[in-house]
């Protein structure tokens, strides 16, 4: 009879306990696998940015007057790949995309959701790094996104630098 | 009736034999509610999947038939807990006859009319916005909003229904335990929670009863008053009043009165219950129905009185609209079903019969529904800004959406009717001697 | 937007035209004129590309603003001497004919079947050669357009002459015929002169909707505005009710053709200031004040203050037009309103034919019925119908082009006239391809494209250049005109020459001559039946597109479908109701119409809109060759059902609700609060530091046009609901526009949007703080967080929120035009006007680089920014010096419904407290 009297208890725990379950999976399900998508080209942050030490701004051109950082066109890198090791597969589509006119067609990596009004503009303007959202590009091959764009990461940090936090600030 | 160990006999029998096979006409009534629950299930994904317009809902009539439901649902969920808290406070000994299907109305109808705050809301797969729970946004609800008011209250309100509730059932589920066998005897001995009905036991239980009761009575007040501010905060013409609290209560009461009495009457019958419960019995709800209709009629002459002495443009224009305008026909019936034909209780003998009683309450509680309907819809027509004024008329999807709400309902009350016993036989037990 | 489409928009080359010579050409060298940001610019920054509109013949300079490669939003070009920044709701709207599902993609040819297939540009252009080629044999071949003016003029004209190609004259539904025709035998020009509105201060309108379809609606409105400045006095008469007519200071109804009683009526009692000839004079009948009355309806008193105010006036101008030249009396009516010109000095100056309207080519649909009834005796070759939304008017034409051996339409849709076509061509649209429009003389305004074509289609320049196998293509055609007049196609959005004065003499022995042969002393017999200007649909060409229909008649407020409009005493004498559907005799027995009551039209007046003048085959004048748009002595039939109208009004009649500026509409019972008696709060009225937005509108020169509404509804993303929606009530405008009746003025128009209230009602029941109060005073709105409660809709006095019922709809190319930098509402969220935040946003933003606040002017919301005449100015409140703290400032300021203590931000203004006497 004792055994009988907790089944509404078990019965209890085991609804909380399924729940915390689903929210782990849940959890579990958002964070992404830690790959990046396949590019086109195997465009290596860690060479251009690291390696060869190359500005941010040398490429996503328009990052400090724009809400986009601009992708920079195959003119950019022409400048230097019509010499540069040219010799490379991906580099030859390049070349050859380049000629035709024709963008290469990047798959995006970082998106904010269709609500939010972001722009890099200001974010440079107050100095904060690219990595503080970005992470270390340089170390992801192919690049990803590491932290979750989601409000409260926004929020927080708004918070912590005395920025808005009026909604319409960044909700369109 | 001969002794009282042989009438308790009777009762502890009449009651379990109610909970026994289920009869062909219980099984009929079980599928067509469910089917009707379904239905309505089924009508509430299509308008998720495809969007509110598939209701009639429309601008400016921005609520409809589901705030209605609303309203009608809290409102029936008042007398049980009137009837077991209220009265029991009061001693008043005719209460033990329909506390259980009472309180037991109460859960089920404050569960179907808490479905409705979500079926009506644009994207009902967000109503946990509503919540207040901690999160990485520091997101709040906005407290200054009824509507957050109502969720406390709701949830609230089921919650210590459903204590009190499971607490005055404890005794009886220990009497079926008594008389089930197999796996069921088991459930109910988990259920009764080790009753043996030793003194110990009542003294505890007593005390316990009579604490809820006092928790649950100022619930009664609180829960339709918050409701009816939904309204009254507003700054809606019609909406706008101060009396709206104390008539939204009086209403519900008489609507939940009307309700028991639509159930009990029938069921009596069915489930042979006619030692147990009397015309008497009956002839003090129909004493209750007589009193809160009053109040009720007083409310509405009292809202018009309000309107034309304020002089206020909108408010005069308002309820001028509400009694001649496209709706005149469904306030005239709300009037005819809720103020003038409850007069007729004050005939003793129409107060004391039963075929009566339950055509009136099925009118009552048509006109409490249409109460809700017309104060809503009425106001929301015809607001301040002529170029916006517009007509409603319920589509198919709300109407299938309000009888699958009814056939919740009873398909609850008719699964009630067979797991736990429909009289509070120790009650009664006790009020008998 | 799709992967695939941004590489079409990147500039893959539409392959159909691959090969085909100049075509291809054409289309690839559209490349340098895209509207798109160069490699370096910045992927936010809007690209604006100035051209001109080609919705309507008024040839409106517009502001192409295009984001990530495609035009999203128009706007009047402030530089432009037509519309100086204005831009109508057809402007507006007029992406929606750029974006429409039902655009025609590709050349079709009639199949043997009779249905249309898929052809090749080349099979199609070699058909035509050939059938060209072929017609040399003796038939004849013909080109019948809409209104061309410029270099496609020029050019139309060398195909005409090297293919053996007679070009007919010009088919509009407004021709202006009795005007033209009254000023040839008037002075020997047969032109449309310029009416200098803005310098005259009193303005005489017999007929002319100067705000609908007169000539060049948006500059009207503009120089009325601008009258109305220095007190510009007008009176305006007409047989039926007009949008115009509601804007008059004094608005008169007369009886239908009686026009030409008033016009003599006032020849003959208004002092002169240069004495007409005797012999024109004598062939004006004499008209008693009695008898003027007797004809016209219009009231002793009426008549003498027009007298009297025409003699007081210093610079009078009378201009006839629209409905009242277009019936038996609309020669002696436009003759009359011309010797008043004459007679007032406002001949040369006010009335100026040195900026006379283009309308050269311009031919009226009787010269056409003419050149047609001398064609069916003729072997049509190959039939042209360039640019025509319906033949409708010209007897017989649509059987002359069914015979010919190969009848051509380049056309953008599946039009009426299109039937009657073997081949279509699809023409891109005027944002696609190069062009000039020169809309009056002294001004030609170019069409620049903005845009590759959407389809596989093809400019018509580039079509006539490849028939008469010329070299280049229409791009250099236009170039090379533009550089023959020495201007630069490239960097001259418009070419403005200076016109010389143009000197006139008043042919006195024809102009009596022509008075007494055309006089009619009979006006038309009541009730009789008016198409109404439509400033929705123009003639009716405009009406393809979506959001023209969503918006409702700012008269009528009418959305979708026909409506008969009549007045109330009509409707109990034909004991019809609202819905009911009924015939018109006059129309034949084909077409029934639903019927609107309108508490505002005048009786014995049944009115319809022009668009449906377009589909009927309207009688002629004989004297004008104009289309009779006025018809007396019709009945209605029988009642066949009823239907439900798409009225968006619920009610013209708010009088002591506070909502319009006067004391019959806002009582003292509803004054906002009496003196020492200041309204207790609830909670605390929120304060603003740096912003305060707000706008005011003068309601004296917020003509009803709804150009606002039509901008809004392109900038916001606003989706279209549909009929069956607005049946329900459920439109999705964030700004109408409310007729009221008002006092003794039929209708005053309110435009209402959300009034971003201090104390906003809808703010404290949103549970979820979808709806706040933001630091510069706006109402925010936050989409995804909205859980659609509508409580806050349910709470808003103004009605302003709207709900997503549905998703809504964008057909594809619809999807295209979206703005960017708003979001695209999902079903079950409450929308509303956010006083255009985005570009509060990008303002904003700008001033913060350059660390100041927003200057005033510095931007300003869609709907101000479209307004012709200037009734709306937004701006921060808590600036002094801002035009709309002045205007908010201003006497006789008024806010809806003030006695709620809402603290809306939206300020009406109006001068004259016009409503003494009041609908009860």
Same mark, same amino acid.
């Given at each position: 009879m004792k055994v009988l009297r907790l089944i509404p208890y078990a019965v209890l725990f085991g609804y909380v306990g399924a729940a915390a379950v689903g929210l782990v999976v849940l959890l579990a399900l958002r964070s992404d696998g830690g790959v990046g998508p396949d590019q086109p080209i195997a465009?290596?942050?860690?060479?251009?940015?690291?390696?060869?030490?190359?500005?941010?701004?040398?490429?996503?051109?328009?990052?400090?007057v724009s809400r986009f950082p601009g992708i920079?066109?195959?003119?950019?890198?022409?400048?230097?790949?019509?010499?540069?090791?040219?010799?490379?597969?991906?580099?030859?589509?390049?070349?050859?995309?380049?000629?035709?006119?024709?963008?290469?067609?990047?798959?995006?990596?970082?998106?904010?959701?269709?609500?939010?009004?972001?722009?890099?503009?200001r974010h440079i303007k107050a100095e904060i790094e690219c990595t503080a959202c970005h992470s270390d590009v340089t170390v992801q091959l192919p690049v990803r996104q590491v932290r979750s764009f989601d409000m409260g990461m926004c929020v927080n940090c708004h918070r912590a630098n005395g920025a808005p936090t009026d909604c319409w600030t960044c909700h369109k | 009736m001969s002794s009282p160990r042989a009438y308790f006999e009777k009762l502890e029998i009449d009651v379990l034999a109610a909970m026994g096979k289920p009869s062909i006409g219980y099984l009929i009534a079980l599928a067509v509610s469910a089917t009707c629950f379904v239905v309505g299930m089924g009508l509430w994904g299509y308008q998720m999947l495809f969007g509110m317009g598939v209701a009639g809902i429309r601008h400016p009539v921005g609520w409809g038939v589901y705030i209605t439901d609303f309203v009608f649902w809290v409102g029936i969920a008042h007398s049980g807990t009137l009837i077991s808290a209220v009265l029991f406070l009061f001693r008043a000994k005719f209460r033990s006859r329909f506390n259980r299907s009472a309180e037991a109305m109460t859960i089920f109808a404050v569960m179907t009319a808490g479905l409705f705050p979500l079926i009506h809301l644009g994207r009902s797969w967000f109503a946990y916005w509503l919540f207040p729970y901690p999160n990485q946004r520091e997101l709040w609800v906005n407290f200054r909003s009824p509507l957050v008011w109502d969720v406390f209250a709701v949830s609230t309100y089921l919650t210590v229904s459903a204590v009190f509730f499971f607490v005055g059932l404890v005794p009886d589920l220990a009497v079926v335990r008594g008389r089930a066998e197999g796996i069921r005897k088991k459930i109910y001995a988990a259920f009764s929670l080790g009753w043996i009905g030793s003194a110990k036991q009542w003294i505890h239980y007593n005390q316990l009863y009579i604490f809820l009761a006092a928790l649950a009575t100022p619930l009664v007040i609180s829960v339709h008053s918050v409701v009816s501010w939904?309204?009254?905060?507003?700054?809606?013409?019609?909406?706008?009043?101060?009396?709206?609290?104390?008539?939204?209560?009086?209403?519900?009461?008489?609507?939940?009165?009307?309700?028991?009495?639509?159930?009990?009457?029938?069921?009596?019958?069915?489930?042979?219950?006619?030692?147990?419960?009397?015309?008497?019995?009956?002839?003090? %709800?129909?004493?209750? %129905?007589?009193?809160?209709?009053?109040?009720?009629?007083?409310?509405?002459?009292?809202?018009?009185?309000?309107?034309?002495?304020?002089?206020?443009?909108?408010?005069?224009?308002?309820?001028?609209?509400?009694?001649?305008?496209?709706?005149?026909?469904?306030?005239?019936?709300?009037?005819?079903?809720?103020?003038?034909?409850?007069?007729?209780?004050?005939?003793?003998?129409?107060?004391?019969?039963?075929?009566? %009683?339950?055509?009136?309450?099925?009118?009552?509680?048509?006109?409490?529904?249409?109460?809700?309907?017309?104060?809503?819809?009425?106001? %929301?027509?015809?607001?301040?800004?002529?170029?916006?004024?517009?007509?409603?008329?319920?589509?198919?999807?709300?109407?299938?959406?309000?009888?699958?709400?009814?056939?919740?309902?009873?398909?609850l009350f008719l699964i009630f009717t067979k797991v736990l016993p429909v009289l509070a036989i120790t009650e009664v037990k006790e009020t008998a001697l | 937007m799709k992967r695939r489409d941004f590489v079409k928009f990147l500039g893959v080359t539409p392959g159909a035209l691959a090969g085909s010579g100049s075509l291809a050409d054409a289309q690839e060298r559209l490349f340098e004129n895209l509207l798109r940001p160069k490699q370096q610019d910045p992927a936010d920054m809007w690209v604006v590309h100035q051209t001109t509109c080609t919705e309507c013949p008024a040839g409106c300079g517009v502001l192409v603003k295009g984001r990530e490669g495609r035009p999203v939003k128009l706007e009047g070009d402030p530089d432009h001497p037509i519309n100086r920044g204005g831009l109508c709701m057809r402007g507006q709207a007029s992406l929606g004919r750029l974006y429409h599902q039902e655009r025609l993609r590709e050349p079709l040819a009639r199949g043997a079947d009779g249905s249309w297939e898929p052809i090749s540009w080349n099979a199609a252009l070699d058909r035509i050669s050939n059938a060209l080629v072929e017609s040399r044999g003796g038939s004849r071949n013909v080109y019948l357009s809409s209104r061309t003016t410029g270099s496609l003029a020029q050019l139309l004209d060398e195909f005409a002459a090297s293919l053996n190609v007679e070009r007919l004259p010009?088919?509009?539904?407004?021709?202006?015929?009795?005007?033209?025709?009254?000023?040839?035998?008037?002075?020997?020009?047969?032109?449309?002169?310029?009416?200098?509105?803005?310098?005259?201060?009193?303005?005489?309108?017999?007929?002319?909707?100067?705000?609908?379809?007169?000539?060049?609606?948006?500059?009207?409105?503009?120089?009325?505005?601008e009258g109305l400045e220095h007190h510009l006095d007008w009176y305006h008469l007409e047989p039926q009710l007009t949008m115009t007519g509601t804007n008059a200071g004094h608005r008169i109804h007369l009886h239908a053709g009686s026009e030409q009683w008033l016009l003599a009526y006032l020849l003959k009692s208004a002092q002169p200031r240069s004495p007409l000839p005797a012999r024109v004079l004598d062939a004006v009948p004499d008209v008693t004040i009695e008898q003027a009355f007797a004809r016209t309806g219009v009231t002793p008193e009426q008549l003498q203050g027009l007298v009297a105010a025409w003699d007081a006036a210093e610079h009078p101008l009378v201009i006839a037009g629209g409905v009242s030249t277009a019936h038996a009396g609309g020669l002696p009516t436009a003759l009359l309103a011309g010797l008043l010109q004459e007679s007032s000095g406002a001949i040369g100056n006010l009335v100026d034919f040195g900026e006379a309207e283009n309308y050269d080519s311009v031919g009226t649909p009787g010269e056409l019925v003419d050149r047609v009834v001398d064609l069916a005796s003729a072997n049509v070759g190959v039939c042209f119908l360039s640019r025509l939304h319906t033949l409708a008017p010209v007897a017989g034409l649509q059987e002359v082009a069914g015979s010919a051996v190969l009848t051509v339409g380049l056309t953008d849709f599946l039009y009426p006239p299109t039937e009657a076509c073997d081949l279509?061509?699809?023409?891109?649209?005027?944002?696609?391809?190069?062009?000039?429009?020169?809309?009056?003389?002294?001004?030609?305004?170019?069409?620049?494209?903005?845009?590759?074509? +959407?389809?596989?289609?093809?400019?018509?320049?580039?079509?006539?250049?490849?028939?008469?196998?010329?070299? =280049?293509?229409?791009?250099? @055609?236009?170039?090379?005109?533009?550089?023959?007049?020495?201007?630069?196609?490239?960097?001259q959005p418009f070419l403005e020459r200076p016109t010389r004065p143009v000197s006139t003499r008043l042919r006195a022995a024809p102009t009596a001559d022509r008075l007494a042969s055309s006089w009619t002393p009979d006006t038309l017999e009541e009730p009789v039946l008016a198409f109404s200007p439509s400033v929705r649909f123009f003639d009716g060409r405009s009406q393809v597109i979506s959001l023209l229909n969503e918006i409702p008649?700012?008269?009528?407020?009418?959305?979708? =479908?026909?409506?008969?409009? !009549?007045?109330?005493?009509?409707?109990?004498?034909?004991?019809? #109701?609202?819905?009911?559907?009924?015939?018109?005799?006059?129309?034949?027995?084909?077409?029934?119409?639903?019927?609107?009551?309108?508490?505002?039209?005048?009786?014995?007046?049944?009115s319809l809109g022009m668009e449906h003048a377009a589909t009927a085959a309207l009688p002629i004048d004989a004297n004008t060759g104009e289309l009779i748009r006025c018809i007396g002595g019709v009945e209605l039939g029988r009642v066949r059902d009823s239907a439900v109208l798409t009225v968006l009004s619920g009610s013209m009649d708010a009088s002591g609700r506070g909502v319009l500026p006067n004391d019959v509409h806002h009582p003292p019972g509803v004054e906002a609060h009496e003196p020492g008696h200041e309204p207790r709060r609830l909670y605390p009225t929120p304060e603003h530091e740096t912003y305060r937005w707000a706008m005011a509108i003068d309601l004296d020169k917020c003509t009803g046009c709804s150009a606002c509404v039509a901008a809004c509804y392109v900038e916001n993303n606003i989706s279209i609901a549909g009929p069956d929606e607005h049946r329900k009530g459920r439109e999705m405008s964030w700004i109408r526009i409310q007729p009221y009746l008002d006092g003794d003025r039929p209708i005053e128009f309110m435009p209402v949007m959300c009034q971003q209230c201090g104390n906003a009602p809808c703010e404290t029941v949103c549970p979820v703080y979808a709806t706040y109060h933001n630091p510069d005073g706006l109402n925010a709105q936050v989409y995804n967080r909205c859980v659609g409660t509508r409580y806050c809709a349910n709470n808003c006095p103004y009605k302003a929120r709207r709900f997503n019922w549905f998703a809504g709809q964008?057909?594809?190319?619809?999807?295209?035009?979206?703005?960017?930098?708003?979001?695209?509402?999902?079903? =079950?969220?409450?929308?509303?006007?956010?006083?255009?935040?985005?570009? !509060?946003?990008?303002?904003?933003?700008?001033?913060?680089?350059?660390?100041?606040?927003? +200057?005033? =002017?510095?931007f300003t919301t869609a709907c101000a920014q479209s307004c012709?005449?200037?009734?709306?100015?937004?701006?921060?409140?808590?600036?002094?010096?801002?035009?709309?703290?002045?205007?908010?400032?201003?006497?006789?300021?008024?806010? !809806?419904? #003030?006695?709620?203590?809402?603290?809306?931000?939206? @300020?009406?203004?109006?001068?004259?407290?016009?409503?003494?006497?009041?609908?009860e």
């Open positions: 465009f290596s942050h860690q060479i251009h940015a690291a390696d060869l030490a190359l500005d941010c701004t040398h490429c996503h051109q328009t990052v400090e920079p066109s195959t003119d950019v890198c022409m400048v230097c790949h019509e010499f540069t090791a040219t010799d490379r597969p991906d580099i030859q589509r390049l070349t050859r995309l380049h000629n035709e006119g024709r963008p290469v067609e990047w798959i995006k990596v970082h998106s904010v959701p269709w609500h939010v009004y972001f722009t890099h503009k | 939904d309204f009254a905060m507003s700054i809606v013409p019609g909406w706008h009043t101060t009396i709206f609290a104390p008539y939204f209560v009086a209403g519900a009461i008489f609507s939940g009165t009307a309700m028991v009495l639509t159930l009990m009457i029938p069921m009596r019958k069915i489930l042979k219950l006619e030692d147990h419960i009397n015309i008497g019995h009956f002839e003090s %709800l129909a004493k209750i %129905l007589l009193f809160t209709s009053l109040i009720v009629g007083y409310a509405y002459a009292v809202e018009f009185a309000l309107a034309f002495y304020s002089g206020h443009t909108f408010e005069i224009a308002h309820f001028t609209y509400r009694l001649l305008g496209d709706y005149w026909a469904l306030y005239a019936l709300m009037v005819f079903s809720n103020v003038l034909l409850p007069l007729a209780l004050f005939v003793k003998k129409l107060r004391r019969n039963i075929p009566f %009683l339950f055509v009136l309450s099925i009118f009552v509680n048509i006109g409490m529904w249409l109460e809700r309907f017309v104060i809503i819809v009425t106001s %929301l027509s015809k607001e301040y800004d002529p170029y916006s004024w517009g007509t409603y008329v319920p589509s198919m999807v709300e109407v299938g959406i309000t009888i699958g709400s009814f056939g919740l309902f009873f398909t | 010009d088919l509009e539904l407004f021709s202006y015929g009795a005007l033209r025709e009254a000023y040839d035998v008037l002075f020997g020009r047969r032109e449309v002169p310029a009416y200098h509105v803005e310098e005259a201060d009193l303005l005489v309108t017999v007929g002319a909707d100067l705000f609908e379809s007169f000539i060049s609606p948006v500059r009207f409105a503009r120089h009325v505005s279509l061509l699809p023409i891109s649209h005027s944002l696609e391809s190069w062009g000039d429009v020169e809309t009056y003389r002294g001004l030609t305004s170019v069409v620049r494209p903005a845009f590759t074509p +959407l389809f596989d289609t093809v400019a018509e320049g580039d079509i006539l250049l490849h028939l008469m196998a010329a070299p =280049g293509n229409w791009e250099d @055609y236009v170039a090379r005109q533009w550089q023959a007049a020495g201007a630069d196609v490239e960097e008649d700012p008269l009528t407020a009418v959305s979708y =479908g026909w409506a008969l409009s !009549i007045s109330e005493d009509d409707a109990m004498m034909q004991s019809v #109701e609202e819905g009911h559907v009924v015939q018109v005799s006059a129309l034949g027995s084909e077409d029934f119409f639903p019927v609107r009551v309108h508490p505002a039209f005048d009786f014995a007046v049944l964008r057909p594809e190319p619809m999807d295209l035009l979206v703005n960017p930098d708003v979001s695209v509402r999902p079903k =079950g969220v409450m929308e509303k006007c956010t006083f255009c935040v985005q570009r !509060i946003r990008e303002a904003k933003d700008h001033a913060k680089d350059e660390d100041r606040i927003v +200057l005033d =002017g510095e012709p005449s200037g009734a709306i100015v937004f701006g921060n409140l808590l600036d002094e010096n801002s035009e709309v703290y002045r205007w908010a400032h201003s006497e006789n300021v008024h806010r !809806i419904l #003030e006695g709620l203590g809402t603290e809306p931000a939206v @300020y009406y203004l109006r001068q004259d407290n016009r409503g003494d006497t009041g609908h």
